[in-house]
């Protein structure tokens, strides 16, 4: 029975280390406590009772201030954060969950991230970086808040969201309060679509398959709604001026089933960057006209296939690819 409350308390413990709660006074708060020693001693040299009771009275208000700060941020909880994979270039949009345990409603709370945590010994560092994303006008009791905080995506590869920060003047504005959370949640940034190269047909590679009509690069057979990851130079600018909607040229051409994409077929772009870029466009073609396609890199080889979770397998490849 000993060893087991003993374990619980040292759990609680290790969760109130963790969950640390900062408070300082603000500017606004460093101003009222010298207004409140002026009114302190012109009421020691005039003798006034009602000046003493006066600065008693404001210096009890900001103690209660103080208490209620810190009330606001007390019972908050990080809950959950995730994001959707995005391609390079797009905006990352991460939800994150915030959980109330309190039986009081938090008001004006800012909420900001910081992506690199570097080491360092200047306590004045700690503050930068972190950016403003979102304020919440107030989380209800008992219940869970939804925030979206928003990230660009620079380059490919995993984007943590990094640390959140919370913080909070309310009510008075006589002291700023804030507690962090460290996050594992991150995005996986694919590279971007791009490249002016063929899709290898399936004869290139050595696969025998039946020849149809789908969809290819050689003949216009019409439009398509754009979607995320479509090459820029398909758009239909002159359709998308008549109604305002974005469309894709669609063409068509005759190939194979199957096709492997491999490394070798990008080899004469020098660049690694665009070489990933142009595997990234094929596999998009190749998933868009109903291939079976494989994917064959340095490190990694993927077997034919198709669909959504083959085709996240594949682009996380190129993604992580070093």
């Known amino acids: 029975m000993m060893p087991h409350t003993l374990s619980q308390l040292y759990h609680r413990f290790n969760q109130l280390r963790g969950r640390r709660i900062f408070i300082v006074p603000t500017r606004f708060g460093f101003a009222y406590a010298g207004f409140l020693i002026l009114i302190l001693l012109g009421a020691i040299n005039y003798s006034s009772s009602l000046g003493h009771v006066l600065c ?55 909420v900001a991230s910081k992506q690199v945590l570097t080491p360092t010994f200047n306590p004045f560092r700690l503050f930068k970086g972190y950016r403003h994303h979102y304020l919440i006008p107030m989380l209800k009791a008992q219940l869970t808040t939804t925030v979206s905080i928003t990230l660009a995506s620079e380059r490919r590869g995993r984007q943590p969201l990094g640390r959140i920060r919370i913080a909070s003047q ?53 439009f ?6 479509d090459p820029i130079h398909a758009i239909a600018w002159k359709a998308m001026a ?23 077929d990008v080899a004469q772009l ?35 296939g198709q669909g959504e979770q083959h085709r996240h397998r594949c682009l996380s490849a190129l993604a992580l690819y070093e």
């Not at 008549?242 to 070798?264: A, E, P």
Request: a negative charge; aromatic letters at 12%.
């Open 56 to 110: 008693f009275l404001l210096g009890s208000l900001g103690l209660v201030a103080m208490l209620h700060t810190y009330r606001n941020l007390a019972k908050i909880e990080l809950h959950h954060a995730f994001s959707e994979h995005v391609f390079c270039g797009e905006k990352i949009h991460f939800t994150v969950l915030f959980d109330n345990q309190s039986h009081h409603d938090s008001y004006q709370l800012n």
């Open 170 to 222: 309310f009510p008075l504005g006589l002291y700023t309060t804030w507690s962090y959370f460290n996050t594992s949640a991150y995005a996986l940034v694919y590279p971007k679509p791009l490249g002016g190269l063929p899709l290898p047909s399936a004869n290139d590679n050595g696969q025998q398959s039946n020849h149809h009509k789908q969809t290819g690069v050689d003949d216009f057979s019409g």
């Open 242 to 264: 008549r109604d305002d909607v974005m469309r894709t040229k669609q063409f068509t051409s005759y190939q194979g089933g199957n096709v492997m994409l491999s490394w070798q």
């Open 224 to 229: 398509d709604i754009y979607r995320s990851g």
């Open 270 to 304: 020098r660049d690694t960057e665009a070489r990933l870029s142009q595997l990234c466009r094929w596999i998009l073609h190749a998933e868009a006209a109903g291939m079976n396609y494989g994917l064959s890199l340095a490190t990694t080889a993927i077997n034919y």
